[in-house]
């Protein structure tokens, strides 16, 4: 089972920024897909951000011009830079990793408050 490991999470104040972080050992450079999903306290998983195989990037209405999805294929990390962090952006935050084959990978989630 691939492990991910993330990081970056804590608590902002409204109009701040964080960086989330998804560490693996595995390669990423031929990832499918990579996507960033949250989970706001009482509500259902949804997704934030996500890249293609080509690079091409698409972002959730709420979090567009605000949230960052990028990778670092050398670091085999991918991160999530957060910016202007609003109190609705509260959640736990989880990546997921799309193989060219077999089940997508997740990562354990890491809780962004913001609040001031």
């Known amino acids: 089972q691939v492990q991910l490991v993330e990081s970056g999470g804590g608590l902002v104040q409204p109009g701040g920024s964080l960086r989330l972080s998804c560490a693996t050992s595995?390669?990423?450079?031929?990832?499918?897909?990579i996507m960033w999903y949250r989970q706001p306290p009482g509500k259902q998983r949804e997704l934030v951000a996500a890249?293609?195989?080509?690079?091409?990037?698409r972002y959730a209405d709420s979090v567009k011009g605000r949230f960052t999805i990028s990778k670092d294929n050398a670091k085999k990390t991918v991160y999530l830079q957060m910016n202007n962090l609003k109190p609705e952006d509260t959640a736990v935050y989880y990546c997921?990793?799309?193989?060219?084959?077999?089940?997508?990978?997740w990562g354990q989630g890491t809780q962004v408050t913001v609040s001031s």
């Open positions: 997921n990793l799309h193989p060219s084959y077999g089940p997508s990978w």
């Open positions: 595995e390669r990423i450079d031929n990832l499918y897909g």
């Open positions: 890249m293609t195989a080509n690079g091409s990037t």
